[in-house]
Every structure is written in C-alpha cells, then in structure tokens.
C-alpha cells in the first residue's frame, strides 16, 4: 500500500495550524514548491541554538524527520542557506519555542 501525500503547501499550512494550536509560534521563511517542495523545519530555542530537521527514510523505507543539524543557530541558518542553493524549492519553516518543541513526533507529523 503506498503513502498518501499532502501536497507540500497543504501540509505546511495544517503544520503551522497545529503548532500555533499549541501556542508554539512558527512561520514560513522560505516558500518552496507549492505541490512538491521538500521541507526543512528550523527549531530556535532562544538562547542561539537551533535543530533542523528534514525529510528522509530509515532503512525500512518509512518516512521519517532526519536531525540535520543540532547546535549555533548561525550553523543551523548556514546549513538551510546551503540546502536552499542546492534545492531551491525547498521550503524553510522556522519555529520560536524556548522549550524546543517542534511537535514533529506526534501523530501525523511524523
């Protein structure tokens, strides 16, 4: 049985819905391929770290948010410049949290 896609602007429109739901402000930094784009989420502690997480698959071929980058947030806005070069439809989603709470293990959004 194969995976139901959201298109990528869909799921980045449901994504900031559910966080904000939360209390947990988030917003679209970089617009990308409105059907297809892939998407990278920037999560900013406020206090100069920040995560970023991508698209990937494990080894059993499921979807899944791959750690890209844990550490300054000046490295995580240089990996996401980088990223944005090589793909220029990607999507760049940047959520403020001091808790670091992004909601990409829940339900749904895993």
């Not at 429109?13 to 947990?24: S, W």
């Not at 059907?35 to 900013?44: T, Y």
């Not at 206090?47 to 000046?74: C, M, S």
């Amino acid at each position: 049985m194969t995976e139901a896609r959201l298109s990528a602007d869909l799921w980045v429109m449901a994504y900031l819905a559910r966080l904000n739901g939360e209390g947990i402000f988030a917003h679209v930094a970089q617009r990308g391929d409105p059907h297809a784009g892939a998407i990278a989420v920037k999560c900013a502690t406020m206090d100069g770290k920040a995560q970023v997480f991508t698209r990937a698959y494990d080894k059993a071929g499921k979807r899944i948010w791959d750690l890209a980058h844990d550490g300054a947030e000046e490295g995580a806005d240089a990996h996401l410049a980088r990223q944005r070069k090589f793909d220029p439809d990607l999507w760049i989603i940047e959520v403020e949290d001091p808790r670091g709470r992004h909601l990409l293990d829940q339900p749904g959004l895993e």
